[in-house]
C-alpha cells in the first residue's frame, strides 16, 4: 500500500522561502500523477502544483512564477520550492499521488502546515 510522508513545513518571513519534500512509500504504478495542495480554514482545498510521470507540470494561478515543483521517479519523491512567500500561502500542505487508469489509485499525505508571517 502506498503512503506519503511530507517534510520541511514551518515559519517563514514574507518574501522567504521554503521547500517541501514527499516521500513514497510502497510499489508506485506508472502512469500516476503527484502533486501539492494547500488547505486554509473555511476554505476548499486547492491545487498548487501536479507534475506527471512523463514531467508535465501545471500550477495554481496563486503561484505561478513563485513555486517550482519537481519530481524523482527513482526515488518516488516530489518537491516543491516556494519562493517570494505571502502570507496567503498560509495553509496546511497536502502531497498526493492519484493514477486514473486501472488500476486507479488516489493517495493524501497527512499534511503538513506552512505559515507565512512576520
Known amino acids: 500500500q502506498v503512503q506519503l510522508v511530507e517534510s520541511g513545513g514551518g515559519l517563514v518571513q514574507p518574501g522567504g522561502s521554503l521547500r517541501l519534500s514527499c516521500a513514497a512509500s510502497?510499489?508506485?504504478?506508472?502512469?500516476?500523477?503527484m502533486g501539492w495542495f494547500r488547505q486554509t480554514p473555511g476554505k476548499q482545498r486547492e491545487l498548487v502544483a501536479t507534475v506527471t510521470s512523463g514531467g508535465t507540470t501545471d500550477y495554481g494561478n496563486s503561484v505561478q512564477g513563485r513555486f517550482t515543483v519537481s519530481r524523482n521517479n527513482a526515488k518516488n519523491t516530489l518537491d516543491l520550492q516556494m519562493d517570494n512567500l505571502k502570507p496567503e500561502d498560509t495553509g496546511v500542505y497536502y502531497c498526493?499521488?492519484?493514477?486514473?487508469?486501472?488500476?486507479?489509485?488516489?493517495?493524501w499525505g497527512q499534511g503538513i502546515q506552512v505559515t507565512v508571517s512576520s
Open positions: 510502497g510499489t508506485i504504478p506508472g502512469a500516476t500523477v
Open positions: 498526493k499521488i492519484q493514477r486514473k487508469v486501472t488500476p486507479t489509485m488516489l493517495v
